[in-house]
């Protein structure tokens, strides 16, 4: 019998966030809702507040494909086996956590139990996204795995020449259109979240989803609606990435045939 060829080993880089403070300054006041006087809209911040929305945003995008990637490629690998149905099971059951909850456990384990500097920076929120929306990242990808050919990835690990060429030429093509839907799925995500978010966050610091009800707690009707079009609009905006790259992904593969079968016609 043929020897059994090993299969690639996929090593999942560790994202360990620094535990700086935060740019704008270490303020330690009371919640954002809390602030300002009575009947007043709350004052607006500068562009450091500004810039932190989006670094926020796009951590939590990127930083949930790492274990998603991982989480579903356990799971694609066993499919048959009992440790298949334990991944299945550990990609679901964090989305039947509250967001409320996943903010308390945050906040116990990086504030007691990991002393590690975290607790009240800008890394928060975007565990606070990861804990939530990677499980959703996770099972996008294990669907684009399973439309994906098994027989293309057998001959990378044949015909392999390293690992960093077989994952850009071969695997990364092939899982770009998950990769995308996943991205796209965890921002859309990542830029509603309110009830993780709203525990974890350093003080003096909010993002659009806070700011939004702080404005309705102020009366200001008008702040509201346009931060909720400018929401609209960037989900809007996602979700349409998201189909193009799938809606590409099945020309691409669709139009191989064809493509060859007028090749052949022609020769």
Do not use: K
């Not at 810039?51 to 790492?66: E, Q, T």
């Not at 409320?100 to 504030?111: D, R």
């Not at 770009?176 to 966050?201: D, K, N």
């Amino acid at each position: 019998m043929p020897a059994r060829i090993p299969p690639l080993v996929c090593r999942t880089p560790v994202w360990r966030p620094r535990g700086r403070g935060h740019p704008c300054g270490d303020a330690r006041g009371l919640p954002p809702r809390h602030r300002g006087h009575h009947g007043q809209a709350p004052a607006r911040s500068g562009g450091c507040e500004r810039r932190y929305r989006g670094v926020v945003r796009h951590r939590d995008c990127s930083r949930c494909l790492l274990p998603a990637a991982r989480l579903c490629r356990r799971h694609h690998d066993e499919p048959r086996r009992a440790a298949g149905g334990v991944w299945c099971l550990l990609c679901i059951a964090p989305l039947a956590v509250p967001s409320p909850l996943v903010g308390i456990g945050l906040i116990v384990l990086w504030n007691s139990l990991l002393p590690a500097g975290i607790y009240g920076t800008a890394a928060m929120p975007v565990l606070a996204a990861l804990a939530r929306f990677a499980p959703v990242a996770a099972l996008i990808l294990l669907a684009q795995l399973r439309h994906t050919d098994p027989l293309l990835t057998d001959a990378a690990r044949v015909f392999r020449r390293g690992v960093v060429r077989t994952w850009v030429q071969v695997r990364l093509p092939l899982l770009a259109p998950g990769l995308v839907a996943a991205a796209c799925m965890a921002f859309a995500l990542s830029a509603g979240e309110l009830g993780a978010t709203l525990l974890v966050i350093p003080p003096g610091l909010e993002t659009v989803t806070i700011r939004m009800y702080n404005y309705l707690h102020y009366g200001s009707s008008g702040a509201v609606a346009g931060l909720g079009l400018v929401m609209t609009v960037l989900m809007l905006a996602a979700g349409a990435v998201a189909v193009a790259a799938m809606r590409g992904w099945s020309r691409l593969v669709n139009g191989r045939p064809s493509s060859h079968g007028a090749g052949g016609d022609t020769g």
